[in-house]
């Protein structure tokens, strides 16, 4: 699993970025307090970073400026914006100038706590919270109203007290304040969230580390005075994002700055779910307002409509590529925006199936939902726990095993191969040793605390079987559970350990070779790498914490968290790679083209309230503009132009480009309808297969501009430009019968311009199917089997296909029992001891059960009592009758016993199968046929005409026996005669077994059946096979295929 890697060369790029000079008193005297305001793209953020640059440039201290943004991204991307305008500036500072809202909180904290300080994730006190609401539902939830105690250990439930609690949080609220409030407004849940709050703060305590949210960490900050810190001047950007309590803290700030600055956009508040408000940037006082109204960003924007999610996906994706491949533009410089997080998978696979790059922010990951990180995990805990079969097939088929299902298969099969050959080896070892499941078998070779003698003697035998790519599977995680092993036993940290087992996986050297190949190929080993190293840096955070924790106590601690765990971003460059992202991520942020996809009704906007169980809104009512929480208030309108603020924002993020996409199915089985926000934008291109109607949509209030159709979208479907794409459209216009003979040659020519260049799937050579109709000439049927012949006069379709569908699908246990059963009567018939016969054939239907444990004792007990029968039947048929043999091999030519006209051209007409049993009548020349069968017995009318008895008959009235076979009569006296012919079922339900007789067929009888076989072998061996609806199709394998029933049509065919 290596690959080489690429040469590597570090180049230089001029990252200095002209400082702009404004025509603005902010600029030019920075003084007094500012509220600089501005739409998106207007350069609030770049005023700011300019001002900061001048008054470095002009002597200010970097420790008497400081910067707030909203979070760490934010203040990321202003730091590095600052440093580009100075670069060449001789300067030092203390501290960083520019610190988000929650960096600034734990510097003060810190700067006045002698405990250390710890920032706990949102994934890890979502864990915590869970751990302790799972805790009450095991003691009966007492704590809770009684209408809420069966949810408290419900998902839902723990993200809505969760949320309540920051919300609290973030205004100052103690859990002696919640219950207060409970009591005072009859609120229970309230009451109740207090006493949680209590309870997780507690815990928290317990652990012995001064863990805090970021919330919380704003609360600790204002519990004391704050002190002048020097800093002169204090800016704040997108001062719309800002909770109460982060305001108050700033405004403490800024009562010590000469110069400060509340910049931002109330029509970008987005964050208001999250207890953010406008009230700081809209209301605080101050001397001078600034307002920039014009944007920068001037994209050229439309509108498309598609009749379904596939064709909005494909444009989506042909859109990203033409802009690539044709304008020139960057991969890192395209953007896709999605409305909530759920989208972002179906469009990530649609761009990389098309050949895109894509990047998803690594701080927004689960870590447990990452393959590669999944495949880590459970390998350590498969060091101390038992793991489960389904892991260890993930563990086969990901990335550590690399194989694919086909491979993993054929390795089972392997196993089970070397399994049958020691048992076969030696039939009396225990049945605990041999004719175990092979997920068994590979469970003994791989995981840790096996049976080391039997590993090795299983590995001795089958290294004559495995294949070169089973063989390297097998070692592979061999490999890597050896080196866990190993680093356990020597007690290593669990960092080490997992080191131990990422080194011996061999993944990195392929992932940094696919990684710096890029493409699409290059950004998935990109997230795979990022989620390695967020483990790692997890891991690195645990043994800090605690140093003499185990394993298993930390792949439990990633495994609960089933939030984003915000990670560590270690890239130090942006990845050359489309950025798919929610609205919510895109503050800030622009780049040359942005396609906002999938605006739909119900989706854009999303109008569901939250917090609604714990009256969370009521709350923040409460606290913030003190609306007394039983006061019944409409908040739609609220929540709507929160949802109008999110798609501003997503519309505004492009500087050349702007593409949104929308679905209009009316018709579909889930209608689809475009979002009233699209009447806010100013053109439509409207695809004409979008609408049946004769008039274009009209979405807009404004005026509407419906281009007509192209020759792209006159084609009927969405065209791709990628080559697999091109390949297919020109294979498709190869074949088209509605193409002109100028097209077909177009098509030809390009096809063979691309297979000389190698492109796959160009070629004819690679155009798999595309052989032509099948062989009409017929098929090789040189006998009759007489179960063949039984299931072919019903239906000449199951006849011919059964035996290939068989021998493609596992043996039922069904079907392996009756094998057993005609093994234990053959068995018998030669002699071997009953008792011996019975024990061997028990022990191997046990082992091939699948039952449940609780029921396996019981049906043993049904399968001995079957054989208990069968045994007892056989001892009875011999009286009165020699035995001529079990399994009697029959080879009959039965064309004489059909008229010459009724022979249509045959020349011979061969019956072959085998008797399961033959006795001749004693003191007579007659014989007796017995068929043993294990299913449901058929009614005495029905064994009377039963086909398969009657095919025996005819062979034996047209063959002679020689060598214990029957073979066809060279005596023109003639053949064989027939006592009867029995149907004998041991497993019937009750005491005494179910026999079924046959009469003896006459002479005319047998002619009668024969001259239905020529028929019957001549559609066997025929091209063109018959269907025949019959009482047999209820259970025929068929059905899909069969062209008499619906099950399996096409559904528009």
Not at 161 to 169: C, E, G, K, V, Y
Not at 252 to 262: H, R, T
Not at 302 to 317: C, D, G, L, N, Y
Request: with cysteine.
């Amino acid at each position: 699993m290596t690959s080489p890697i690429p040469t590597v060369r570090l180049v230089t790029k001029n990252a200095q970025v002209p400082l702009r000079e404004w025509d603005s008193q902010l600029f030019l005297n920075p003084k007094g307090i500012w509220r600089l305001r501005g739409v998106a793209g207007s350069g609030v953020s770049t005023l700011l970073m300019d001002t900061v640059a001048h008054q470095l440039r002009q002597g200010r201290s970097p420790d008497e400026i400081l910067v707030i943004a909203a979070s760490k991204e934010a203040a990321s991307r202003l730091r590095e914006g600052i440093i580009h305008r100075v670069i060449g500036l001789d300067y030092s500072a203390a501290a960083t100038m520019v610190r988000s809202i929650h960096s600034l909180a734990f510097a003060l904290v810190r700067s006045s706590c002698e405990e250390q300080l710890r920032l706990i994730t949102g994934a890890e006190q979502d864990a915590v919270i869970r751990e302790l609401l799972a805790g009450h539902a095991d003691s009966g939830a007492s704590m809770w109203p009684q209408e809420v105690r069966e949810a408290v250990n419900l998902l839902g439930f723990a993200r809505g007290i969760r949320d309540f609690l920051l919300r609290a949080t973030e205004r100052g609220l103690s859990p002696e304040t919640l219950e207060q409030l409970g009591k005072k407004y009859n609120r229970d849940m309230w009451y109740s969230a207090g006493a949680f709050m209590r309870e997780y703060e507690q815990v928290i305590s317990l652990r012995g580390q001064n863990s805090l949210s970021a919330a919380e960490l704003v609360t600790k900050a204002l519990e004391k005075p704050i002190e002048d810190q020097g800093w002169k001047m204090v800016l704040i950007d997108d001062a719309q994002h800002l909770d109460p309590q982060s305001a108050r803290l700033i405004t403490e700030l800024l009562a010590f700055a000469e110069f400060g600055v509340i910049a931002g956009d109330s029509h970008q508040l987005i964050h208001r779910f999250r207890g953010a408000s406008a009230e700081f940037l809209d209301t605080y006082p101050v001397d001078h307002t600034v307002e920039l109204t014009s944007s920068w960003r001037t994209p050229i924007s439309e509108v498309e409509i598609f009749p379904t999610a596939a064709a909005e996906s494909t444009f989506v994706a042909d859109t990203v590529r033409r802009a690539h491949l044709l304008n020139e533009v960057p991969w890192s410089q395209i953007a896709v925006v999605v409305r909530s997080t759920s989208q972002i998978g179906q469009v990530r696979r649609h761009l990389l199936s098309a050949g895109v790059p894509v990047h998803v922010d690594p701080t927004a990951i689960v870590l447990s939902e990452q393959r590669i990180v999944a495949n880590l995990l459970i390998a350590a805990r498969a060091l101390t726990q038992r793991i489960t079969n389904a892991e260890l097939e993930e563990l086969i088929t990901g990335p550590i095993g690399g194989a694919d299902p086909v491979t993993m298969r054929r390795l089972f099969r392997s196993f089970r191969q070397v399994e049958l050959r020691r048992v076969l080896a030696d039939p009396d070892a225990d049945s605990s040793s041999y004719g175990r499941r092979a997920i068994d078998l590979m469970r003994l070779l791989v995981l840790p605390g096996q049976d080391e003698l039997q590993r090795t003697e299983f590995l001795l035998d089958a290294a004559t079987i495995l294949t070169p790519i089973e063989t390297e599977v097998l070692e592979r995680i061999r490999a890597v559970f050896s080196a866990g092993e190993q680093a356990l036993h020597q007690q290593a940290s669990v960092e080490e350990i997992l080191w131990e087992l990422w080194n011996a996986t061999g993944l990195d050297q392929h992932l940094l070779a696919m990684s710096l190949r890029g493409g699409a190929i290059g950004s998935q080993a990109d997230r795979d790498l990022d989620s390695v190293m967020a483990l790692f840096d997890a891991a690195g955070d645990w043994v800090e914490r605690y140093p003499q924790a185990k394993i298993a106590s930390f792949v439990t601690h990633i495994e609960e968290q089933i939030l984003p765990t915000g990670v560590r971003d270690r890239r130090l460059a942006t990845p050359d790679a489309v950025h798919i992202m929610t609205a919510h991520a895109t503050t800030g942020l622009q780049w040359h083209t942005v396609i906002v996809t999938g605006v739909q009704e119900g989706t854009w906007p999303a109008l569901g309230e939250t917090g609604t169980l714990f009256a969370q809104e009521e709350l923040v009512d409460l606290i913030d503009a003190d609306i007394d929480p039983d006061l019944p208030i409409s908040r739609s309108s609220d929540r709507l132009n929160d949802e109008r603020n999110l798609f501003y924002v997503a519309t505004t993020r492009a500087t050349k480009q702007l593409v949104i996409t929308a679905v209009d199915a009316p018709d579909a089985d889930e209608v689809l309808e475009v979002s009233r926000f699209i009447t806010e934008l100013s053109t439509m291109k409207e695809h004409p297969e979008a609408s049946s109607e004769a008039e274009p949509l009209t979405l807009f209030d404004v005026s509407t501009t419906v281009q007509a159709p192209t020759e792209d979208n006159a084609l009927g479907y969405q065209r791709l430009l990628s080559i697999p794409a091109m390949v297919a459209e020109l294979r498709r216009a190869l074949i088209d019968p509605a193409a002109t003979t100028r097209q077909r040659e177009q098509a030809a020519r390009q096809l063979a311009r691309l297979a000389q260049a190698k492109i796959p799937g160009a070629h004819p050579d690679q155009w798999w199917g595309s052989g032509g109709v099948s062989d009409m000439s017929n098929r090789v049927v040189m006998a009759l089997s007489p179960s063949k012949i039984d299931s072919g006069l019903h239906c000449p379709l199951r006849a011919a296909l059964s035996s290939v569908v068989n021998e493609n699908e596992e043996k039922s246990v069904h079907r392996l029992k009756g094998t057993l059963v005609h093994a234990f009567a053959e068995a018998l018939g030669n002699g071997v001891d009953a008792e011996e016969a019975e024990a061997m054939v028990s022990a191997a239907y046990r082992r091939l059960l699948q039952e449940p444990s609780w029921k396996i004792e019981s049906t043993m007990e049904e399968f001995q009592q079957l054989l208990v029968k069968l045994k007892a039947w056989i001892e009875a048929a011999a009286g009165g009758f020699d035995l001529v043999g079990t399994e009697v091999k029959v080879n009959v030519d039965v064309l004489p016993a059909v008229a010459e006209s009724d022979r249509q051209g045959l020349d011979k007409l061969i019956i072959r199968g085998r008797i399961d049993r033959l006795d001749k009548v004693k003191d007579s020349d007659s014989y007796r046929i017995v068929d043993f069968k294990t299913g449901t017995p058929k009614t005495k009318e029905q064994a009377q005409e039963d086909a398969q008895l009657m095919s025996y008959q005819l062979a034996l009235r047209n063959g002679q026996i020689h060598n214990a076979e029957v073979l066809s009569n060279t005596d023109i006296s003639g053949g064989l005669a027939i006592d009867s012919a029995q149907l004998v079922y041991p497993a019937s339900g009750s005491q005494k077994i179910a026999i079924r007789d046959q009469a003896s067929k006459d002479k005319e009888q047998l002619s009668e059946f024969a001259r239905l076989l020529p028929s019957l072998l001549i559609q066997l061996r025929s091209p063109q096979i018959i269907a025949r609806l019959n009482n047999t199709c209820s259970h025929c394998p068929l059905t899909t295929l069969c062209p008499v029933h619906e099950d399996g049509k096409v559904v528009i065919s």
